[in-house]
């Protein structure tokens, strides 16, 4: 099956979004009150926006990106007057200046496993230095039938450790009913 755009596209426009959790995860607000801006943050697939406004309004510059139209235009909605900039695009051809903050949720286990690789390695290029990937993260032992995909957690050890170190891994706090309880709250630091 095919997951582009038309795919999501499709899913937002019925209104098909499991994934939506109608606001900022507990956890990312507690990140965000110890690790305010300035700064530079990049959140791909940012469905509805919540986080891209939470983090506009905590003082980064902020680029949120969906390749859904439907998608931008609901973040455009949920962020009007917090500063964030809400794009058409896509995280793999993003190439602006290095970012200090990449969110994720929802991003990763949306893509087939066969670019799993690809997206940590192109993480690991948009961070700098001490940057960090933070986020929720899909952990289960198997792939499934997705989306959502499930990553182990030594797969996903495998594919940041290279370029990251994990300061933090804990069970979600409220996790998405689709994830049941193999959602858990990781934070990276880019080396």
Known sequence: MDYGPAHWETLYREGRMPWDAGGVPAEFSDYLADHPGPGRALVPGCGSGYEAAALAEAGYDTLALDFSP??????????????????????????????????????????????????????????APGGHLAGLFFLRDTHGEGPPFGIKAAALDALLMPDFERLEDRPSIAPLPVFGDGERWQLWQRI
Do not use: K
């Open 70 to 127: 439907a998608a931008v235009e609901r973040a455009q909605n949920v962020t009007r007057g917090s500063g964030a900039r809400i794009e058409i695009g896509d995280f793999f051809t993003v190439d602006e200046a290095v970012y200090g903050l990449i969110f994720e949720r929802a991003f990763l286990c949306a893509m087939p496993p066969r670019l799993h690789d690809v997206w940590a390695r192109h993480a690991a290029r948009l961070l």
